[in-house]
T-cell receptor
Framework: AQSVAQPEDQVNVAEGNPLTVKCTYS??????LFWYVQYPNRGLQFLLK??????LVKGSYGFEAEFNKSQTSFHLKKPSALVSDSALYFC?????????????FGPGTSLSVIP | GAVVSQHPSWVICKSGTSVKIECRSL??????MFWYRQFPKQSLMLMAT?????????EQGVEKDKFLINHASLTLSTLTVTSAHPEDSSFYIC????????????FGPGTRLTVT
């Protein structure tokens, strides 16, 4: 069965510092991996995805993520955090080519960027 | 582009009544739409997958007779919560998937349902 873990409920980082939001996954087939962000009182927004190709994926708002197959991870990173990055971040996985071809979301990580 | 709207954004209803939530893709056609439920400070729980012109596929544990889903066109899916009870109070979110191989989902802003 596919699953997604985000080991940190909360991540705090000072403005201007690099940030990392962790995600690990478990699938039986090939993983398609996504990051979404949810701002207060707004819908989820797509940030980036890994389908195939280069393991380093660049997305919106300066975010990037690296697919690491051996560690089954897809951590979200940004070199310099902004206060406006404070939000709830969800990692998601889709197990394509299996009988359960659905997107499963992780529990979410709340990011707080401190001025 | 890729905007999804939901209506209403919030609704309060009495126990035993039914509530309809609309999900529209405003600037693209969506053959597949998804309905999620989100509890406070929790992740999204997939309720059902809605395909245009066919019956929705419900996840295990989701009552299809209680949560009626209709996907009548490529831009509209509706979720009707029938005979609502207080335990149905939640945040309901829809998403639409772009056609093709993008696998990206675009989410509506959500609907807060409170059943009194």
């Amino acid at each position: 069965a596919q699953s997604v873990a985000q080991p940190e409920d909360q991540v705090n980082v000072a403005e201007g510092n690099p940030l990392t939001v962790k995600c690990t996954y478990s699938v039986s087939g090939n993983p398609y991996l996504f990051w979404y962000v949810q701002y207060p009182n707004r819908g989820l927004q797509f940030l980036l995805k890994y389908i195939t190709g280069d393991n380093l994926v660049k997305g919106s708002y300066g975010f990037e993520a690296e697919f690491n197959k051996s560690q089954t991870s897809f951590h979200l990173k940004k070199p310099s955090a902004l206060v406006s990055d404070s939000a709830l971040y969800f990692c998601a996985v889709r197990d394509r080519g299996t009988s359960y071809d659905k997107v499963i979301f992780g529990p979410g990580t709340s990011l707080s960027v401190i001025p | 582009g890729a905007v999804v709207s939901q209506h209403p954004s919030w609704v309060i209803c009495k126990s035993g009544t039914s509530v309809k939530i609309e999900c529209r893709s405003l600037d693209f056609q969506a053959t597949t739409m998804f309905w999620y439920r989100q509890f406070p400070k929790q992740s999204l729980m997939l309720m059902a997958t809605s395909n245009e012109g066919s019956k929705a596929t419900y996840e295990q544990g989701v009552e299809k007779d209680k949560f009626l889903i209709n996907h009548a066109s490529l831009t509209l899916s509706t979720l009707t919560v029938t005979s609502a009870h207080p335990e149905d109070s939640s945040f309901y979110i829809c998403s639409a998937e772009l056609a093709g191989d993008s696998y990206e989902q675009y989410f509506g802003p959500g609907t807060r349902l409170t059943v009194t």
